[in-house]
Each structure stands twice: as C-alpha cells, then as structure tokens.
C-alpha cells in the first residue's frame, strides 16, 4: 500500500479563499452634495462672506470694526483658506449567491486507488454565540467526489473532512415531505431546523437512518439538520473504492522489444483482482479464465524448432509448441524462476516467460536487434511485444458546494481555506 497526497492550489480570489463570487457594486458618488468634477477629483465649494483671497492657500490681512466707547477701534487677524480634494469615492456592498460551486479538474493518480479521504479548513460567518462559540450554523459546504468521465449525480460520492465527527447545518431538500441526508445518521442526534429555529422532535420523523419526513412543512421555509455520523453503517470519512463498481479498462500496449535489462514498462498499472484470484483454488494465470495480463509477440522473426521462423507467438493454450507463459505469483507474490527459451531438439523448452511486478513486464529476452553482448547469446531474434492488461480509471475530481441556508442576510458565505485530498493506492 502507499498512500500519495494531492493539494489542488485553485483559488478563487486574491486571498486563496473559495467563496461565491458574484456581487453587486453600488457607487453613491453621485449623491454628495456641492460637489465638482474635474477629470476624476471632488472639489468641495465653501462659501466664505468675509473675505475673497487671491492665492490657495494663502495668507490674507483684514479688519473688522466694532464701536468701544463710541469710537471705532480696528483690529487685525490673519485667516487661511484649504481646498480639500476628494478622489475616486464609491460605497461598495457584496452581495454572494446562494449556492456556489468547484469541480477540480481531472486528478491522475498512479497505482489502483483502493480508498480516498478529505482534509479541508473551512470559515463560516457568526450569527449568534454561546459563550464566544456559534450556537447554530447558517451556512454549509459540501464535499463530493468522483471516478466518472461524464458523472451522473448519483455518481458523485459524498466524504466529509477528516476530524468533522458533527453535521452542522446541512441542507435539506424533498420530495413531496421527505428528504434524505447526505450520510448515515445516529437517529438520536438528529436536530431539524426551520429557518434556522430549531423544531421539536414531534414535527419530524425519521423514517430511516438517512431519510426523515415533516408532514407540514413549509414550502417557503428552508430546512437545515444537524446530526452525528452513524460510522457503523458507512464510514463518511473514507471512500473504499472496493464498495463502487469500478471502471475497468483493457489496455493493449506495443513495444518493439524490452530495455537493454529485458524490462518493459507499461503507461498504466495493471489492475489485479486479488479477491477473484483468492477465491480460486490453485490458480494459474495460464489456464484460468481470467488473466490480468497476457503477452503476445507480433510481426517477428525468432527462431523455431528445426530451424524453422516464427513470426507470431500466442499466450499459452497447451496446444502450441511456442508460446508465451505468465510467470507471476499474484497469491502470495513471491518472485518465481522463468526458464529461458530453448530450441535444443534434446532440451526443448518452447515458452517465453515473463513476470509481471507492479507497472513493469521482466522477460527471458530482449526481442531486438541491440547488439549487447550479454544479451546475444540468450536472444532468439526480433518481434513486437503487445501486451494486453486492465487497468483501472485513475482520474478523480472534487466538487465543492458552498451554500447560505439564510434569507436574513446575504452578505456573508462559507470559505474553504485549504483542502487535500489522500489517495491509498496499491501497486
């Protein structure tokens, strides 16, 4: 088993922060009062009676009057005169979307994934709190998976990240007056929500461990459910690959003979179904229906038996005299002697063994004309090598739904911070 680790560094903003995009922008330029435009600078006008000034700003001298025991006395004082600009003015407010949504792109993972798991840091808005701590959660984030090219929706598998042990305010949505919940649930946990109120157990039922019913729901109301995971059921935490039918492809390679070490390495890794061949008493790649892998050797010239050519050279069926033979132990994967290939009328051996091992095909010979010296005495001439394997699809991809479960204020949204997705591979 090896376990590989994939950080998809989409980011939707600046900030690295996934969260709804759209919002409207609402410029109140215009509504301030006594205002010029000149290119894109505000003047303020300031009406001044006292006085006009020549220069800004400035220094000015003038005198005021006033009688004092019937004459008039002047006194000077200075006054200064600042012009304040304001430049590019706008009042903005963010409006998010309801529901938004990722889809990573494809996520090629090597080997056959046997399971998948989720980290992931989110921030929800506060609405109300008990002692510094959210008492209830208006918004939610949902996190699904997939194996498909074209994925239906019953194709994406819903995973909950890794260290979440509660469901807080996931969505709710009928069909007539039930609904189902995105995981197996623990019945005595379940809280339902109205409108962010919470509803007592006499208003709902729950009809299964993942499906529940309100007989006089609203229809204008948005509905909400915490609950605790029933882990024993299904294990939210880790998509088993084993649990899903899996997209096996055949795959048909050629090569115009091995490397130099009579090694060939294949694009994908052979997928191996062990539990088939566990079930099977003594079983023989060779004689056994199924087979993951099987070699044939095409367009060639190797010598035969009496000095006679071969040009094509099938899998064993005990009927040819040539013939390739699959040496691999899948049960206990151990590695086995292959024996050469022997034209010798008195020690005639007439298979072409070779040994599968994780992505590479090891053989007895090269089937090329790579004049190696070590190599020359063990080759029997020249043929492609096609190699027929399966393997399974190894490319996921993670969809992420961010909603707000409240009509009161529209202004906020989920974030998901960070996320990582953990592939458990055998090879």
Do not use: C
């Amino acid at each position: 088993m090896a376990t590989h680790s994939i950080n998809d560094k989409t980011n939707k903003n600046e900030k690295g922060k996934l969260t709804p995009s759209s919002f409207s922008k609402i410029d109140t330029s215009k509504d301030i009062n006594n205002t010029k435009s000149s290119g894109d600078q505000l003047f303020s006008q300031t009406p001044f009676s006292l006085a006009s000034f020549s220069n800004t700003p400035g220094k000015f001298d003038t005198q005021s009057q006033s009688d004092t025991d019937g004459g008039i006395e002047k006194s000077p004082f200075t006054m200064y005169e600042y012009m304040m600009g304001l430049r590019n003015i706008s009042v903005t407010h963010e409006q998010y979307n309801e529901r938004e949504a990722l889809v990573t792109k494809p996520i090629e993972v090597v080997g056959n994934t046997k399971e998948i798991q989720l980290e992931a840091t989110e921030n929800h808005p506060i609405f109300d709190s008990v002692q510094g701590a959210a008492s209830t959660r208006r918004t939610s984030v949902e996190y699904y998976v997939t194996y498909k090219d074209n994925p239906s929706l019953s194709d994406w598998l819903p995973i909950l990240p890794l260290g979440e042990e509660k469901i807080r305010g996931e969505r709710l949505f009928f069909t007539e007056n039930q609904a189902n919940l995105r995981f197996h649930a623990n019945a005595q946990s379940i809280i339902v929500y109205k409108d962010n109120v919470e509803i007592d157990d006499s208003k709902f039922s729950v009809l299964s461990t993942n499906q529940i019913s309100i007989p006089y729901r609203s229809k204008t109301s948005i509905y909400t459910v915490d609950y605790i995971p029933n882990k024993e059921i299904n294990n939210p935490w880790t998509i088993n690959m084993d649990d899903y039918k899996k997209d096996i492809k055949r795959m048909k390679e050629t090569f115009d003979g091995t490397a130099f070490n009579k090694t060939i390495q294949l694009s994908h890794y052979p997928y191996v179904d062990y539990e088939k061949i566990n079930q099977t008493k003594d079983y023989d790649p060779n004689t056994d229906n199924y087979s993951p892998v099987k070699v044939h050797l095409v367009n060639g010239s190797l010598s035969g038996k009496g000095n006679t050519r071969v040009q094509v050279v099938e899998p064993y069926n005990g009927k040819s005299e040539v013939y390739t033979y699959n040496k691999s132990l899948y049960k206990d994967k151990s590695w086995s002697e292959m024996l050469p290939y022997n034209t010798d009328p008195n020690n005639f051996y007439g298979g072409f063994d070779y040994y599968q091992w994780k992505d590479k095909v090891v053989f007895t010979e090269t089937f090329n004309s790579q004049q190696i010296r070590e190599n020359i005495k063990e080759s029997h001439g020249k043929a492609q090598v096609e190699i027929h394997y399966d393997t399974l699809v190894s490319n996921f991809r993670l969809k992420a739904i961010v909603r707000r479960n409240t009509t009161e204020e529209s202004s906020v949204s989920p974030e998901i911070m960070n996320y990582r997705l953990m592939f458990k591979t055998m090879k």
